[in-house]
């Protein structure tokens, strides 16, 4: 199969199993702990059918979607996600570059291997910046700054990392810094040509934006190690408090699952929050995003913006977060396969695919626009005994 055959997510993800070591493909698949967390946020969605609405003589379906006062052209973004350098050298930028051609929002992942400052020439008005909060907070708020500056509209911190997870995949396979070349390892990667070339001309990537805080001359070794002593700093509402005093744009919050979460940060005067339990990444038994949704758009859907990502395999995922009350739909591994699997037309094949599942889906249910998504369409059992 070719990406030009690909139809679905199934089909990126077997290119990108094909294209990747073992190595690298279980880093993007996997979960934590059991990984029970991954199939609960696909059955969840497929426990949530959708119920049409026939003869409304609908003309075309239009996705166009406001968010944070710009209109986007579907109701669905790209989720950062770290390392992507690993599994295409240049990836992330690849993204965003397909997201700003589709007009999507791109969120840069916190440990990419691009910088703030080259998203905000390659993607100024669709890339969004994902900060992982540092222990110390100078470099913090130095990347938030360069954020600023760059010209980027919002800010989205990540609270859902506050330990780095069991990641059992991770640790057979010898993902550690350095990456552990067992002959295993090395033969894989021998059957995976494509990458090797790449990997072996370009090396580990870097996670540039935490360039300047390492020391001179510093590896991509030394620089995830700064990283990874940084990124699981004790993050407060305190924290949250301060980026609100000093960024000046839309400020959004990732991880947040409890309704009393989702309260102060409303109270706190966040513009949004992304409902999201890390693609089951980090809390193996937490519920999927999509069964604490309802909760917090009851809480606070008429106060701040409600994103959700974790799970999206099918278009009719997005619709059903959408009819649940979610104003915006994010994907992770979806568009990641994508670029790994064929580079910036793998992550535009990912976004067609989407498109046009969500489009079909909608016209199936009688929705002409993203507006008409709503209770309407959700499946409400009647007792057994009417
Ligand atoms: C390989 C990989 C790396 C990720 N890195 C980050 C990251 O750097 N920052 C972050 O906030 N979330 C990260 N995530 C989580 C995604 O942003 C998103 O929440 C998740 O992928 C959504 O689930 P899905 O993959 O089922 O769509 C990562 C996910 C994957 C698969």
Redesign the pocket.
């Known amino acids: 199969m070719s990406i030009d055959n690909a139809i679905n997510y199934d089909d990126l993800r077997k290119l990108a199993k094909l294209r990747l070591p073992k190595i690298a493909f279980d ?3 996997g979960g934590a702990d059991d990984e029970v967390g ?1 199939d609960r ?1 696909q059955q969840a969605f497929r426990d949530t059918p959708l119920v049409p609405r026939y003869m409304r003589n609908i003309n075309g379906v239009n996705q166009k979607t406001e968010l944070f006062g710009r209109t986007y052209d579907h109701p669905f973004g790209i ?6 350098g690993l ?1 295409r050298h240049g990836g992330d930028l690849m993204l965003a570059a397909a997201a700003r051609d589709a007009n999507i929002p791109f ?1 840069m ?4 291997n691009c910088t703030v400052e080259e998203l905000g020439k390659t993607a100024p008005e669709h890339g969004w910046f ?1 900060l ?1 909060a540092a222990r110390d907070e100078k470099i913090s708020e130095d990347m938030i700054r360069r954020a600023d500056a760059a010209g980027l509209s919002t800010l ?1 911190v ?1 609270v ?2 506050p330990v780095h997870s069991n990641r059992e995949r991770n640790t057979r396979n010898g993902f550690t810094r350095p990456l552990k070349m067992t002959l295993e390892t090395r033969l894989d990667a021998l059957g995976h040509p494509g990458w090797l070339a790449e990997y072996l001309r370009h090396g580990m990537p870097v996670i540039s934006n935490w360039l300047p805080y390492a020391k001179a001359g510093a590896s991509a070794d030394d620089v995830g190690n700064l990283v990874s002593e940084q990124v699981t700093a004790p993050l407060t509402w305190d924290n949250v408090a301060r980026y609100r005093e000093i960024w000046p744009r839309n400020l959004v919050i ?2 947040i699952m409890h309704v009393e979460d989702a309260i102060k940060a409303a109270e706190l005067g966040v513009d949004g929050i ?1 409902v ?6 980090q809390l193996d038994r937490s519920p999927a995003s999509i069964e604490v949704l309802p909760g917090i758009v009851a809480a606070v859907g008429d106060r701040m913006t409600i994103m959700l ?5 099918r278009g009719s995922d997005i619709v059903t977060a959408l009819c649940l009350g979610a104003d915006f739909v ?5 568009t ?1 396969y994508g670029v790994s699997a064929a580079a910036k037309p793998g992550a535009v094949k990912a976004i067609d695919i989407i498109d046009r599942e969500v489009g079909l889906v909608m016209a199936q249910l009688g929705a002409p626009d993203i507006a008409a998504l709503g209770e309407e369409f959700l499946y409400k059992p009647m007792p057994r005994n009417y």
């Open positions: 880093f993007i698949e991954l946020n989720s950062p996600t770290g390392l992507i599994f969120v992942s916190g440990s990419a994902q992982y989205v990540t859902d990392v990732k991880g992304v999201s339990n890390h693609g089951a990444r990502d974790s799970g999206i395999q994010f994907t992770g591994r979806f990641l």
